[in-house]
């Protein structure tokens, strides 16, 4: 790892949701420092995306924070590939904490556009890449998402559906596809049966990403549309319209939970990930 890699405890992984704006310079935040905004490696995956290092001034001290805009990664990779470059680099700076965004269609008639979901767990219909970035980990998917990141997430999730004249909601599955398409009818019925409720082209790899790397990680979802077949028709214009006027207020609401998250965890999440004996069965047990 080249040594000019920064060492950051945290990182914001950004989707759909802010990408619309250059995140976080766009927001005018007293609080931000932008060290370097141009950081990319190259990597076992190829070229990581570009991340940038800023520093976050919070009421516990200053946060060392790499910020990477997954939305779009177009460079002649996969998302997936993008994002085993990605938690590569991730992995090298010392990440353990990452808090993530990103855009959804609703699967159901429960929610609609402009809402903003929680998910608890996570549904994986893309290529997997589990195990790539450490062989020898096994990973156990017990709690996807951090409760403490989401606990810091959803105190400010809550405000930001009240400012909106809209709502908020802690528990979802989100169905991660392959992309970059939109899904089909049929498919989406097909997700829903399997018991999905917002579904998108983010989050996976990620969550699994970062419990091989032993960080915690959590995301939010911003409802932009109904999945196909859902309603008769849904509005690709108003899809647009979400994505230019909140993009702003969703990146102070990553900024706000970042400054909330407990500088030592209080979670479990270090616990899902094992390195068993590879000459011992009894090793590779769960017994969390």
Same mark, same amino acid.
């Given at each position: 790892?080249?040594?000019?890699?920064?060492?950051?405890?945290?990182?914001?992984?950004?989707?759909?949701?802010?990408?619309?704006?250059?995140?976080?310079?766009?927001?005018?935040?007293?609080?931000?420092?932008?060290?370097?905004?141009?950081?990319?490696?190259?990597?076992?995956?190829?070229?990581?995306?570009?991340?940038?290092?800023?520093?976050?001034?919070?009421?516990?001290?200053?946060?060392?924070?790499?910020?990477?805009? %997954?939305?779009?990664?177009?460079?002649?990779?996969?998302?997936?590939?993008?994002?085993?470059?990605?938690?590569?680099?991730?992995?090298?700076?010392?990440?353990?904490?990452?808090?993530?965004?990103?855009?959804?269609? @609703? &699967?159901?008639?429960?929610?609609?556009?402009?809402?903003?979901?929680?998910?608890?767990?996570?549904?994986?219909?893309?290529?997997?890449?589990?195990?790539?970035?450490?062989?020898?980990?096994?990973?156990? %998917?017990?709690?996807?998402?951090?409760?403490?990141?989401?606990?810091?997430?959803?105190?400010?999730?809550?405000?930001?559906?009240?400012?909106?004249?809209?709502?908020?909601?802690?528990? #979802?599955?989100?169905? @991660?596809?392959?992309? $970059?398409?939109?899904?089909?009818?049929?498919?989406?019925?097909?997700?829903?049966?399997?018991?999905?409720?917002? &579904?998108?082209?983010?989050?996976?790899?990620?969550?699994?990403?970062?419990?091989?790397?032993?960080?915690?990680?959590?995301? %939010?979802?911003?409802?932009?549309?109904?999945?196909?077949?859902?309603?008769?028709?849904?509005?690709?214009?108003?899809?647009?319209? &979400?994505?230019?006027?909140?993009?702003? @207020?969703?990146?102070?609401?990553?900024?706000?939970?970042?400054?909330?998250? $407990?500088?030592?965890?209080?979670?479990?999440?270090?616990?899902?990930?094992?390195?068993?004996?590879?000459?011992?069965? #009894?090793? %590779?047990?769960?017994?969390?």
């Amino acid at each position: 790892m080249p040594p000019t890699l920064p060492q950051c405890a945290h990182a914001i992984v950004g989707g759909s949701g802010t990408a619309a704006i250059e995140f976080p310079e766009a927001l005018g935040d007293e609080r931000v420092r932008v060290l370097n905004d141009s950081i990319s490696v190259e990597t076992p995956y190829g070229q990581s995306p570009v991340v940038k290092h800023i520093a976050v001034r919070t009421p516990g001290g200053e946060r060392q924070v790499l910020v990477a805009r %997954m939305h779009g990664w177009q460079h002649n990779a996969t998302r997936h590939e993008a994002a085993l470059a990605l938690f590569w680099l991730f992995r090298g700076a010392g990440v353990r904490r990452v808090i993530a965004e990103a855009g959804s269609g @609703s &699967i159901t008639q429960h929610f609609r556009p402009r809402d903003l979901v929680l998910p608890h767990d996570v549904l994986d219909l893309s290529p997997s890449v589990g195990g790539r970035l450490d062989p020898d980990a096994v990973v156990l %998917m017990r709690e996807p998402f951090c409760p403490d990141i989401r606990g810091a997430l959803w105190k400010h999730a809550t405000v930001w559906a009240t400012d909106k004249a809209t709502r908020a909601f802690n528990r #979802a599955v989100y169905a @991660s596809g392959q992309g $970059p398409r939109f899904e089909t009818a049929a498919e989406v019925t097909a997700f829903a049966r399997l018991g999905a409720d917002v &579904i998108g082209q983010a989050i996976a790899p990620e969550v699994f990403l970062a419990r091989e790397i032993g960080a915690c990680y959590a995301a %939010m979802t911003l409802v932009l549309n109904y999945a196909e077949g859902v309603r008769p028709h849904w509005d690709f214009e108003l899809l647009q319209e &979400i994505l230019a006027e909140d993009a702003r @207020s969703l990146g102070q609401l990553l900024l706000d939970a970042l400054s909330d998250v $407990p500088e030592e965890p209080l979670c479990s999440c270090a616990e899902y990930r094992r390195l068993p004996a590879a000459t011992d069965p #009894a090793a %590779m047990t769960d017994t969390a």
